[in-house]
């Protein structure tokens, strides 16, 4: 599975963004999804997860203002972010894996895409 992520850019605080990440392959429909940040000098961190029925998570910090979302028929996994803060700033991954279920940790990721760059201005 490749996977490539887009929709990055500047946007001031307050503002949304839908990020997209395209995956090559013809079990897409298969896989577990997520999303993943990292922001200047801090660890990677889970955004949301989307399992192969359609179920979602997300950590709590995220909870109501990043939303994953899959298009089965495009092969593409979305994330709405909204009232979008400066320290949402992050390169933003899309990742993958074979089974089924969420995936709640990197390590349960066989998959990366390149990640895109979000910066939220004040």
């Known amino acids: 599975v490749q996977l490539q992520a887009s929709g990055g850019g500047l946007v001031q605080a307050g503002g949304s963004m839908r990020l997209s990440c395209g995956a090559s392959g013809r079990t897409f429909g298969s896989y577990a999804m997520g999303w993943f940040r990292q922001g200047p000098g801090k660890e990677r961190e889970l955004v949301a997860a989307?399992?192969?029925?359609?179920?979602?998570y997300s950590p709590n910090s995220m909870r109501g203002r990043f939303t994953i979302s899959r298009d089965l028929a495009k092969n593409t996994v979305y994330l709405q972010t909204n009232s979008l803060k400066v320290e949402d700033t992050a390169v933003y991954y899309c990742?993958?894996?074979?089974?089924?279920?969420?995936?709640?940790?990197?390590?349960?990721?066989?998959?990366w895409g390149q990640g895109t760059l979000v910066t939220v201005s004040s």
């Open positions: 989307i399992s192969s029925g359609g179920d979602t």
């Open positions: 990742a993958a894996r074979k089974a089924g279920g969420l995936g709640l940790s990197i390590g349960s990721y066989e998959y």
